[in-house]
């Protein structure tokens, strides 16, 4: 199996599960990342405490949201420009 095909099969599955079930998928996926990040926290801060591991983790999901909502934001304004073009040239 090449991974196109993976790919495809796990799509159906996903397709196949409930809502419920989808999520739970979603948060053990995102309960799993937080683990290696804390993983690779440690191993840069081999002296900080369990305490300062999950405020590092924190920080770092943080950052990454406000970056995520930059990037959706840049996004989000492009297509509303792509949007206006296009109906200034249909008009």
Not at 13 to 26: D, F
Not at 30 to 56: F, M, Q
Not at 58 to 85: D, G, I, P, T
Request: glycine share 2%; aromatic share 4%.
């Amino acid at each position: 199996m090449n991974a196109v095909t993976a790919l495809d099969k796990q799509i159906e599955r996903y397709r196949q599960m409930t809502g419920e079930q989808r999520l739970t998928v979603a948060l053990e996926l995102h309960e799993l990342s937080c683990d290696i990040a804390r993983e690779a926290i440690r191993r840069a801060n081999p002296e900080a405490d369990a305490t300062e591991v999950e405020r590092l983790l924190h920080r770092r999901l943080k950052l990454a949201r406000a970056e995520q909502m930059s990037v959706s934001l840049s996004w989000n304004a492009y297509f509303q420009r792509c949007v206006a073009v296009t109906n200034a040239n249909n008009l």
